[in-house]
């Protein structure tokens, strides 16, 4: 809801070029940001294990050494995205007529960067121990906060694209608030975030480092993929570029959906796994598949069937809008064939197996969708074709990880280790 406000109220209020500036910048947002998500989901894997397996000590630990974890990953992004925003957005091919208008908005979106680090380990940690509700109610009154700042900072007082990126970072500056006191409120609870307990604890900080540094690499590299593809798109002018944006946005609730799925199946496989109940997690991951198939259909069918009221919430644009629909009349249809890597993935990576689930994602979706933009579209230089980048590396990918789930031997791998590294406690046994 944060971005998609921004963008329809800008788009609404400032017009196509202004839409297209929020809209260029959504990848290199996402180059940093993934990769802390990654991050956080090696801790939620680390905190859901302890959590399953019912040891509070580690619990604990691994929850003050996430904040801090946090806290310091930051700072660092702040400084390092602020200081090569504009390099990457010239290397992006961003056009001459958006760039002021998107320097001005990340500038502003970077500098709410520890917030919003820490308003995402502590939803983290939150779910690893089955809390998802509080998170979600969190992220309603923030969302609810951004879109009046939004409305204040753009169409009441007239900032521009900062206003949109300054309503965002109070909205993240909120969020995070309601997650560190719902933490520090969790009285006589292992998962109770102390501020006289914080230090980092160097066995569950290598621990999160293994499992968080292989997803947020890869996170990377899907981020570096898309981002030749919004350069890609931006080669075709700024209508095509604002359309992209357009899409870009409706297209953001179906992935929302299935990372939430995801991170669903990931903190289910997680704390079964601590809790050595291996055919109930199995069982979690084929109904994940299902539910999300059904998702998929559903989402799709609605995506379809209101396409021209969803993009006018967005632009006027009558151009715009036709080359939006087009895009999603392409690419809807083929969701279904990502929906394998997503489950799979979160299943082994809630195990404890990082590496495989690393390689088989940036070989099948990060490098594949590379090399097909660097050699295919250059013998047909078309948007269809660029789309076509997609659903190919999907579907390649979904094979990799059906053979590798049922044939790989990972689980076996993850019980070895678990036997070795890890004795119950005399409550859980």
């Known amino acids: 809801f944060y971005n998609t ?236 570029v604002a359309s992209w944006t357009v899409y870009g946005k409706v297209d953001f609730v179906y992935w929302m959906t299935v990372n939430a799925m995801g991170l669903s199946v990931t903190t289910f496989a997680g704390q079964n796994f601590g809790a050595r109940k291996y055919d109930r997690m199995k069982k979690g991951t084929l109904m994940g598949l299902g539910i999300l198939a059904v998702l998929t259909v559903v989402i799709s069918s609605i995506m379809l069937l209101l396409a021209r009221p969803l993009l006018g919430l967005f632009t006027e644009d009558k151009a715009v809008m036709e080359i939006t629909l087009e895009m999603m009349h392409f690419l809807v249809p083929t969701y279904l064939t990502y929906i394998c890597v997503e489950i799979f993935s979160g299943a082994v990576r809630g195990a404890g197996d990082v590496v495989a689930p690393t390689l088989m994602t940036c070989f099948g979706v990060c490098i594949l969708r590379v090399l097909w933009i660097l050699i295919a579209v250059p013998l047909h230089r078309t948007v269809v074709m660029v789309e076509w980048s997609y659903p190919i590396t999907w579907t390649i990918t979904s094979l990799m990880y059906l053979i590798y789930y049922f044939h790989g031997g990972w689980l076996k791998r993850c019980k070895e280790k678990q036997a070795k590294t890890f004795q119950p406690t005399e409550e859980h046994a």
Not at 87 to 93: E, F, S
């Open 5 to 240: 406000a921004d963008a329809m109220i800008v788009g609404r209020f400032l017009g196509t070029s202004a839409l297209a500036a929020v809209g260029a910048t959504s990848s290199i947002v996402s180059l940093l940001v993934g990769f802390f998500v990654g991050l956080a989901s090696g801790a939620s894997v680390v905190i859901a294990q302890y959590y399953g397996a019912k040891d509070r000590d580690r619990v604990s630990a691994s929850v003050h050494t996430a904040v801090i974890l946090a806290l310091v990953s930051g700072l660092f992004f702040m400084i390092l995205g602020i200081g090569t925003a504009r390099v990457i957005l010239r290397v992006m091919q961003t056009p001459q007529d958006i760039m002021d208008d998107a320097m001005a908005y990340i500038r502003v979106y970077y500098i709410g960067m520890i917030p919003l680090m820490l308003y995402d380990m502590g939803t983290s940690i939150l779910r690893a121990i089955g809390d998802s509700r509080r998170p979600l109610y969190f992220l309603i009154a923030s969302a609810i906060a951004n879109i009046l700042l939004d409305l204040l900072f753009v169409a009441v007082i007239p900032m521009g694209v900062t206003g949109a990126a300054l309503a965002t970072v109070l909205s993240e500056v909120f969020a995070c608030g309601l997650t560190m006191l719902c933490l520090m409120k969790a009285d006589g609870q292992p998962w109770q975030l102390q501020l006289k307990s914080l230090r980092v604890s160097p066995m569950q900080l290598r621990e999160m480092l293994r499992l968080g540094l292989p997803a947020g690499l890869q996170s990377i590299l899907y981020t570096v993929s898309n981002m030749v593809i919004q350069a890609s798109i931006n080669s075709f002018g700024t209508a095509t």
